[in-house]
């Protein structure tokens, strides 16, 4: 019998990471994945400060569509000041658009009457809620790990989870602490059902 509801299986073969390249979580992503053989794709836009190995420029397409979604993602964060880092930003777009679902690691907050994540992370959160994609965020101040409920619209706690699509994004904090480390490191293992 065929079972109609049966996911693709992932190939672990050909996963790819989907980040920005910053300092911080981005680059942990990066570089325990690349023990694993998972590929990045480090999104930027026109920037000289990026000059890693898996930058890859983002199309004037994408820049435009990205600058739209961030305008729409500040009617959640109402944020100000957004303009001058609009670059840097709607680059986060890329990582969303690209990817089936999304892990960040980061600190969960209040923004207006709705949980976000803080600093730039939470742009490619709340583009990630907007676009309906699964969003899992590690807490690194409560050392757990949430998912973004759609019927609630709020985080829940959930078990440690693995990534199971091949396409996904691996975002986060630039500040992050010991935990975080750990968080990223551990969700590759239980991918891989291996450690390294």
Same mark, same amino acid.
């Given at each position: ?21 910053? &300092? ?23 920037? &000289? ?23 729409? =993602? ?6 100000? $000041?957004?303009? &001058? ?8 777009? =890329? ?10 690691? $980061?600190?969960?907050? &209040? ?10 992370? $939470?742009?490619?959160? =709340? ?42 994004? $691996? ?26």
């Amino acid at each position: 019998m065929i079972d109609l509801f049966e996911n693709d299986k992932l190939d672990l073969s050909n996963i790819t990471c989907h980040s920005g390249g910053a &300092k911080g979580s981005d680059s942990f992503f990066d570089t325990i994945g690349d023990k694993y053989g998972v590929k990045t794709k480090a999104y930027s836009y026109k920037t &000289k400060y990026h000059d890693g190995p898996n930058k890859v420029e983002i199309s004037e397409e994408d820049f435009e569509e990205g600058k739209i979604e961030i305008k729409k =993602a500040n009617k959640i964060l109402m944020r100000r $000041g957004i303009e &001058k880092y609009m670059n840097l930003l709607a680059r986060n777009w =890329a990582q969303v658009k690209y990817s089936d679902e999304i892990f960040a690691i $980061g600190k969960i907050c &209040k923004s207006g009457k709705t949980e976000t994540i803080s600093g730039g992370t $939470g742009y490619a959160c =709340a583009m990630a809620v907007q676009n309906n994609k699964p969003l899992y965020v590690f807490d690194q101040i409560n050392v757990k790990w949430f998912k973004w409920s759609f019927p609630k619209e709020m985080f829940i706690e959930i078990d440690p989870p693995k990534i199971t699509c091949n396409n996904f994004a $691996g975002i986060g904090t630039r500040e992050i602490n010991e935990y975080g480390i750990t968080a990223i490191k551990e969700l590759y293992e239980r991918t891989f059902e291996t450690e390294i």
